[in-house]
């Protein structure tokens, strides 16, 4: 049965530079990189090397505990260069692309006609299980693990985000596609949510076989761990999957054609964007070929992500395996007078959450925000900031001090397995102490998977 949830905690915050739904044309990607760093908790181990000539779709490494989880090339071509860091790290893995794409030749397959395990047995012989997290951890799935349900969002709420409703206009073939494939991995629902005031598109409104949940609210309303709570509170023990919506429409082409399509419509904004949009790119491309020539000012953070949970990386890096955006916002490296922009001035120009600038008289004022985090970090301290902007019956500041001690059983009770770092961006964001509380969660449930997963 439908659920209408209504998220009343949160927070907007309502940045410049959001992408224009225009499509524009980005270069072609000379070499692609796929980076093992991507996957948390996954440990890699090699499959080619340098010199080896690969197809789109063929594996690139395995995880080292589920060797069955391989993780493929997005374009076929030469390896040219492995790159690890310290105690011989896999930090990426760098393939000059062919002028046209060689596909890993699969037949194509009807999902809905098939049994778990033969959609199983394709999904990770296509180098598709990748795509697939769980619930608790937040990692790649575990091909041994049989989910209580599966989730979809069809939406993003995080600042800058690309709109999903744009992206999958008219791929409902392959949406649906993909669904059909995941209902076969679960003998519970697939959850699809979708927003209660979007003008939500018929691929999402279309969908058949699947559980349709409304939701409406700030963000986080947009993130799947938010959404399994208010649906389906994980416990301990309990497993569940979650799959990015563009995603799912990838796993679905690759069902019908065959064929391993890493190709994808990235959001590129930011307040430095000069002119943002929507390019067509393949996974792992040069950032270069979307920002060059497109952004204002020398002193910026290209970040492959949203702006909330991104990664930053160089002007010369690559995007992300799982990264749907790429925003450029200015750098905050710099010192703030104490009238004009800092603490003491008027702060108009400020985005505050807390009504501690005029700026709140403004609310439809949207802001061009630097990274500064306006001061150093401080004693962790009890302030309510975190609980205002958190959806979840859960008590965050209580969880993320429990997380500092180690203290798994006291982990486990305040709500460890419901949560992911993202979960934690709006209160990292609001977050006097300047906590980073992402890492602090990260690490937190990287120690109950090792200890109790």
Same mark, same amino acid.
């Given at each position: 049965?439908?659920?209408?949830?209504?998220?009343?905690?949160?927070?907007?915050?309502?940045?410049?530079?959001?992408?224009?739904?225009?499509?524009?044309?980005?270069?072609?990607?000379?070499?692609?990189?796929?980076?093992?760093?991507?996957?948390?908790?996954?440990?890699?181990?090699?499959?080619?090397?340098?010199?080896?000539?690969?197809?789109?779709?063929?594996?690139?490494?395995?995880?080292?505990?589920?060797?069955?989880?391989?993780?493929?090339?997005?374009?076929?071509?030469?390896?040219?260069?492995?790159?690890?860091?310290?105690?011989?790290?896999?930090?990426?893995?760098?393939?000059?692309?062919?002028?046209?794409?060689?596909?890993?030749?699969?037949?194509?397959?009807?999902?809905?006609?098939?049994?778990?395990?033969?959609?199983?047995?394709?999904?990770?012989?296509?180098?598709?299980?990748?795509?697939?997290?769980?619930?608790?951890?937040?990692?790649?799935?575990?091909?041994?693990?049989?989910?209580?349900?599966?989730?979809?969002?069809?939406?993003?709420?995080?600042?800058?985000?690309?709109?999903?409703?744009?992206?999958?206009?008219?791929?409902?073939?392959?949406?649906?596609?993909?669904?059909?494939?995941?209902?076969?991995?679960?003998?519970?629902?697939?959850?699809?949510?979708?927003?209660?005031?979007?003008?939500?598109?018929?691929?999402?409104?279309?969908?058949?076989?699947?559980?349709?949940?409304?939701?409406?609210?700030?963000?986080?309303?947009?993130?799947?761990?938010?959404?399994?709570?208010?649906?389906?509170?994980?416990?301990?023990?309990?497993?569940?999957?979650?799959? +990015?919506?563009?995603? /799912? %429409?990838?796993? *679905? $082409?690759?069902?019908?054609?065959? #064929? @391993?399509? +890493?190709?994808?419509? /990235? %959001?590129?904004? *930011? $307040?430095?964007?000069?002119?943002? #949009? @929507?390019?067509?790119?393949?996974?792992? %491309?040069?950032?270069?070929?979307?920002?060059?020539?497109?952004?204002?000012?020398?002193?910026?953070?290209?970040?492959?992500?949203?702006?909330?949970?991104?990664?930053?990386?160089?002007?010369?890096?690559?995007?992300?395996?799982?990264?749907?955006?790429?925003?450029?916002?200015?750098?905050?490296?710099?010192?703030?007078?104490?009238?004009?922009?800092?603490?003491?001035?008027?702060?108009?120009?400020?985005?505050?959450?807390?009504?501690?600038?005029?700026?709140?008289?403004?609310?439809?004022?949207?802001?061009?925000?630097?990274?500064?985090?306006?001061?150093?970090?401080?004693?962790?301290?009890?302030?309510?900031?975190?609980?205002?902007?958190?959806?979840?019956?859960?008590?965050?500041?209580?969880?993320?001090?429990?997380?500092?001690?180690?203290?798994?059983?006291?982990?486990?009770?305040?709500?460890?397995?419901?949560?992911?770092?993202?979960?934690?961006?709006?209160?990292?964001?609001?977050?006097?102490?300047?906590?980073?509380?992402?890492?602090?969660?990260?690490?937190?449930?990287?120690?109950?998977?090792?200890?109790?997963?």
């Amino acid at each position: 049965m439908s659920k209408d949830i209504k998220i009343k905690k949160g927070l907007n915050i309502p940045l410049k530079g959001e992408a224009d739904k225009v499509l524009g044309t980005a270069e072609r990607s000379d070499a692609f990189v796929v980076k093992p760093t991507d996957f948390k908790n996954f440990t890699p181990k090699l499959l080619v090397k340098e010199g080896q000539e690969v197809l789109a779709g063929s594996p690139l490494f395995f995880n080292k505990e589920y060797p069955d989880v391989k993780v493929g090339s997005p374009v076929s071509g030469k390896v040219v260069e492995v790159t690890r860091g310290a105690k011989r790290k896999i930090l990426g893995i760098k393939i000059l692309a062919d002028k046209e794409t060689r596909y890993a030749a699969f037949a194509p397959a009807n999902a809905a006609s098939m049994s778990g395990e033969d959609v199983k047995k394709r999904l990770l012989d296509q180098c598709l299980w990748a795509y697939i997290k769980r619930r608790p951890y937040g990692t790649v799935a575990r091909p041994t693990d049989k989910p209580l349900a599966i989730y979809v969002s069809a939406f993003d709420t995080a600042p800058l985000a690309g709109d999903c409703d744009y992206i999958l206009h008219g791929k409902d073939k392959e949406f649906q596609a993909g669904l059909d494939a995941l209902k076969q991995l679960t003998d519970g629902k697939v959850h699809l949510n979708l927003h209660r005031e979007l003008n939500t598109d018929a691929v999402f409104k279309d969908a058949k076989g699947v559980q349709i949940n409304w939701v409406s609210g700030p963000h986080p309303a947009g993130n799947v761990g938010v959404q399994i709570h208010h649906i389906q509170p994980l416990n301990k023990g309990e497993v569940v999957f979650t799959v +990015a919506a563009q995603d /799912v %429409a990838l796993i *679905g $082409s690759a069902f019908l054609t065959g #064929k @391993y399509d +890493a190709s994808r419509l /990235v %959001a590129v904004g *930011g $307040s430095s964007v000069k002119s943002p #949009k @929507y390019y067509k790119t393949i996974q792992g %491309a040069s950032i270069s070929t979307l920002v060059t020539g497109n952004v204002e000012g020398d002193n910026n953070r290209i970040i492959s992500g949203n702006v909330l949970t991104g990664t930053k990386v160089a002007a010369d890096g690559y995007i992300g395996f799982f990264s749907k955006e790429v925003n450029v916002i200015p750098e905050g490296d710099h010192a703030k007078f104490f009238l004009s922009d800092g603490w003491a001035g008027a702060g108009l120009a400020k985005h505050s959450a807390s009504r501690s600038y005029f700026s709140w008289l403004m609310p439809s004022k949207k802001y061009d925000l630097d990274t500064n985090t306006n001061g150093e970090k401080r004693a962790l301290v009890v302030t309510g900031e975190y609980e205002s902007v958190f959806p979840m019956d859960i008590y965050p500041q209580h969880l993320v001090k429990a997380i500092m001690i180690g203290d798994i059983e006291l982990m486990e009770n305040l709500g460890i397995y419901e949560v992911d770092e993202e979960d934690f961006a709006l209160c990292e964001y609001v977050c006097t102490s300047k906590t980073s509380v992402q890492q602090v969660v990260k690490e937190g449930l990287a120690l109950i998977e090792k200890e109790c997963g």
